[in-house]
Nanobody, 115 residues
Framework: QVRLVESGGGLVQPGGSLRLSCVAS????????MGWYRQAPGKQRERVAT???????NYADSVKGRFTISSDNAKNTWYLQMNSLKPEDTAVYHC?????????WGQGTQVTVSS
C-alpha cells in the first residue's frame, strides 16, 4: 500500500517562499501522475500543479511563474517550491499520486501567508 506524507508547510509573510515535500512509501508504479492540490476554508479543492513520471508539468493559472513542481524519483519524493506567496495561497496543501487503477492522498500540510 502506498502512503504519502507531506511536510514543509508553515506561516510565511507575503512575498516569502516555502518548499513543500511529499514522500511516498510502498511500491510506486513506474507510470504515474503526482499532483499538489490545495483547499482553503469554504472553497473547493483546487489542483495546483502536476508532474508525470516523464517530467511533464502543468500548473494552475493562479500559480504559474511562482510555483515549481519537481521530483526526485530515486527518493520517491516530490516537491512544490512556492515563491512570491500571496495571502490567497493560504490553504491546506495535499499531494496525490495517481497510477493505473489507483490513487492515494497525503494528509495535508497547512500553508498560511500572512503579515
Amino acid at each position: 500500500q502506498v502512503r504519502l506524507v507531506e511536510s514543509g508547510g508553515g506561516l510565511v509573510q507575503p512575498g516569502g517562499s516555502l518548499r513543500l515535500s511529499c514522500v511516498a512509501s510502498g511500491s510506486i508504479s513506474a507510470i504515474y501522475v503526482m499532483g499538489w492540490y490545495r483547499q482553503a476554508p469554504g472553497k473547493q479543492r483546487e489542483r495546483v500543479a502536476t508532474i508525470t513520471n516523464t517530467g511533464s508539468t502543468n500548473y494552475a493559472d493562479s500559480v504559474k511563474g511562482r510555483f515549481t513542481i519537481s521530483s526526485d524519483n530515486a527518493k520517491n519524493t516530490w516537491y512544490l517550491q512556492m515563491n512570491s506567496l500571496k495571502p490567497e495561497d493560504t490553504a491546506v496543501y495535499h499531494c496525490k499520486l495517481d497510477w493505473v487503477g489507483a490513487a492515494t492522498w497525503g494528509q495535508g500540510t497547512q500553508v498560511t501567508v500572512s503579515s
